[in-house]
């Protein structure tokens, strides 16, 4: 049984398609050990909550400096034993101690066709806000390993989903979160349970 963990920093929809995924059989040999978030705000925190899945919430914010808090993100993640860490709109930078520790068990969801719209300062609505400012026809979302670098590690799938005339950014994230997010991210979580992905 694969233990994951799932780390967000806000609504958690997609924590909701991994939770759904779990409960209906579309993820099979996986179990969610955990939720983590950054923001105390987090809607899924409640999510975790009502499924019955231990929330946490550690805040860097009430530590003195950045490495005291990656200390305490590290202990917690590492006290649930995951072998698979998935980041759900997860929007703080991953330690370098913990790459190296997760390294290959640690997935990301990111909204556009990687190497599109990636890397630093693209997340959230800005990457299709600059989507539709760029003009693009196509654009999808994109689950990859994390490495050092943004949106750098090794993609495991994508899935591509049509611009259509009259896309405002938020109707864009939608359309890409229910046709591409929602169903790439707990395939990818399935086929590393069941051994399909290495």
Avoid at 163 to 175: M, N, S, Y
Wanted: glycine residues 10%; aromatic residues 6%.
């Amino acid at each position: 049984m694969l233990r994951v963990a799932v780390c967000v920093s806000g609504g958690g929809t997609n924590l909701q398609a991994i939770i759904d995924a779990v409960a209906d059989g579309t993820i099979t040999n996986a179990k969610i050990v955990g939720v983590f978030s950054n923001n105390p705000g987090a809607y899924a925190l409640k999510r975790a909550e009502d499924a019955g899945i231990e929330g946490c919430c550690i805040s860097p914010k009430d530590f003195s400096d950045r490495s005291e808090f990656n200390k305490a993100f590290l202990a917690k993640i590492d006290e649930w034993e995951p072998d698979l860490i998935v980041l759900a709109g997860f929007l703080v930078i991953i330690p370098e101690e913990m790459i190296a520790r997760y390294r290959n068990r640690m997935i990301n969801i990111h909204p556009s066709l990687i190497p599109s719209f990636c890397g630093t300062g693209f997340y959230g609505l800005k990457v299709h806000e600059e989507a539709l400012k760029r003009g693009v026809k196509v654009t999808g979302a994109t689950v990859h390993f994390v490495d050092e670098g943004t949106d750098t590690g090794r993609i495991i799938a994508q899935k591509a989903v049509e611009v259509l005339d009259g896309d405002t950014p938020e109707v864009l994230q939608r359309r890409v979160m229910e046709q591409a997010e929602w169903i790439l991210l707990p395939k990818a979580i399935n086929d590393i349970a069941n051994g399909l992905i290495k």
